[in-house]
């Protein structure tokens, strides 16, 4: 009887995640295990560390900075009335639409937090034959866009902009 509850279980569960449509994100940005949320849609981990913890920290009216790999999110002084978790998630370059990346896009969460002042996203640009006035960061609500070019500015190898509200943001040629 008990083998039959936890067949019955794994069948429900993998008919959750194993559909043709990929399931939505939890409104916590949580998925089943063996899946990880990217731009609201649980994906399969393609490896144990696609699927580890995402950075968080918590961000408040002193500012402050969360990064994560080759990408960072910097918070002025007075852009936030009150504290918020905040998550950076990696998503795949392949999965953007509408804007040429020349990284994989980062996903700020939660994606609803607007800024009272501009916050700055910076994204590392590797293996880019552009030089630096060709590119760009851009923000979106969902990796197909619409993508809205910030106001900032490029090095050799990073690229900055000035966002007025968390969501997806790429580096990509202008």
Same mark, same amino acid.
């Given at each position: ?5 936890? *067949?019955? /279980?794994s ?17 916590? %940005?949580?998925? *089943?295990?063996? !899946? ?6 649980? #994906? ?12 968080s920290?918590?961000? %408040?009216? /002193? ?9 960072c ?8 009335d009150?504290?918020?978790? !905040? #998550?950076?998630? +990696? ?11 020349? +990284? ?10 607007? !800024? #009272? *002042?501009?916050?700055?996203? #910076? ?17 979106a609500?969902?990796? +197909?866009?619409p993508?809205?070019?910030?106001e ?15 969501g ?7």
């Amino acid at each position: 009887m008990r083998a039959r509850i936890l *067949l019955a /279980g794994s069948l429900l569960l993998g008919a959750c995640v194993g559909q043709q449509d990929d399931p939505p994100c939890s409104a916590e %940005g949580t998925c *089943l295990p063996g !899946f990880r949320c990217v731009a609201e849609i649980c #994906e399969p981990c393609e490896g144990e560390s696609s699927c580890s913890p995402l950075p968080s920290q918590e961000l %408040g009216p /002193g500012g402050g900075s969360i990064c994560s790999g080759t990408s960072c999110l910097t918070v002025p002084s007075g852009a936030l009335d009150d504290f918020v978790s !905040f #998550e950076l998630a +990696s998503v795949p370059a392949a999965s953007i639409v509408g804007v040429s990346p020349l +990284s994989d896009a980062i996903e700020v969460r939660p994606v609803a937090t607007r !800024f #009272e *002042l501009s916050a700055e996203v #910076e994204i590392e640009v590797r293996g880019s034959t552009l030089g630096s006035d060709r590119w760009a960061v851009y923000h979106a609500d969902a990796p +197909s866009g619409p993508w809205t070019r910030l106001e900032g500015n490029a090095t050799a190898s990073r690229a900055r902009g000035l966002a007025d509200r968390a969501g997806l943001f790429v580096a990509a040629g202008k």
